[in-house]
Every structure is written in C-alpha cells, then in structure tokens.
C-alpha cells in the first residue's frame, strides 16, 4: 500500500493557517457586522504579531498542495485517489478557494480602515 501524497493536508493547513492570518484583522469586522459589540472585541487583535508567520506557512503549505494536486496524471498510479478525475477536480477547485482565503488575509489589513 502506498502513501501517495494527495494534497489534501497541505490543503487544510494552507486554509488554517490563512484564516489564523486574517484572524486579527477580518474577526472584529464580521463580528461588528453581525451585531456583536463589546471591548472584548478589541482582544481579538493578540494574534497580530503573528500574521508574518500564518502567513509564511500559509504559503509553504499551497507550494506543497500545488505540487500534489497539478501535478501529471501520468505520475499517479491507477488505483491511487489522484487518478479519478472527479477527486483531482474537486482538490484543485478546493486549492483555488484556499488562495483566495490566502489573498483576502493578505490585503485585507489594507482594505480594512476603509470599513471602520
């Protein structure tokens, strides 16, 4: 039995760690949005100093999915999870909704004092 790398882990640490990145600053607003208020709202920018390494590993981790997800079919074996083209379609479009969650925590300390 082999251990194929599917992509699958570099996926959803790539997905956590972009939303831990955008935790300091996309937390308060939708919050906000939401009704909720408080001082303790104000708490919830501890995570702040740590966006550079989220980030970082963020990233790491979608070159490591890239490689195992897009890569050619001709590499995979036929009875492994990365030859049914059902599976491989629905990583990749699973890869694209995690760099944008990657892009929204990267920009959105930018864009953010235009909505307070």
Known sequence: ????P???????????????????????????????????????????????????????????AWRSIFRPVQACNSGDVCAIPQVRATYKFLFWVVAALILVALGFPYVAPLFY
């Open 1 to 4: 039995m082999s251990a194929a």
């Open 6 to 64: 599917n992509g699958r882990g570099a996926l959803f640490s790539g997905g956590l760690a972009a939303l831990l990145a955008s935790t300091c600053c996309l937390g308060p607003l939708v919050l906000i949005t939401l009704g909720f208020s408080g001082a303790w709202i104000g708490k919830l920018t501890v995570l702040e100093p740590y966006r550079p390494i989220f980030i970082g590993v963020a990233l790491v981790a979608m070159v490591f």
